[in-house]
């Protein structure tokens, strides 16, 4: 069954950089798009970017676009979001999913908490 599993998260402070991972297994990883969300206290979860199967195209929200960038390694079946010039309006968990359809029945990994603070 589909399993992802996202990592690299941890405490920066403001400015600084992170990457995240996510390890997918389950599905044929290189024919799916993928995506990130993420998801802050007391708010709705949201959609920051995405990219295609072939890796080639993507898309971002416009308060991460020149910020964030996405990428996928389809050998290794992992998808990856560095996260450059942080704030402390980044700080949420990130989740990761496939796109644009998500995961059936709603499945969610565990996430990866980013929190941005001095």
């Known amino acids: 069954q589909v399993q992802v599993v996202e990592s690299g998260g941890g405490l920066v402070q403001p400015g600084g950089s992170l990457r995240l991972s996510c390890a997918a297994s389950?599905?044929?990883?290189?024919?799916?798009?993928m995506s990130w969300y993420r998801q802050a206290p007391e708010r709705q979860r949201e959609l920051i970017a995405a990219?295609?199967?072939?890796?080639?195209?993507?898309r971002y929200v416009d308060f991460v676009r020149g910020r964030f960038t996405i990428s996928r390694d389809n050998a290794k079946n992992t998808v990856y979001l560095q996260m450059d010039s942080l704030k402390s309006e980044d700080t949420a968990m990130y989740y990761c999913?496939?796109?644009?359809?998500?995961?059936?029945?709603?499945?969610w990994g565990q996430g990866t908490q980013v929190t941005v603070s001095s």
């Open positions: 999913n496939s796109h644009p359809n998500k995961f059936v029945n709603d499945y």
């Open positions: 389950g599905f044929t990883f290189g024919n799916v798009g």
């Open positions: 990219i295609n199967p072939a890796g080639g195209m993507t």
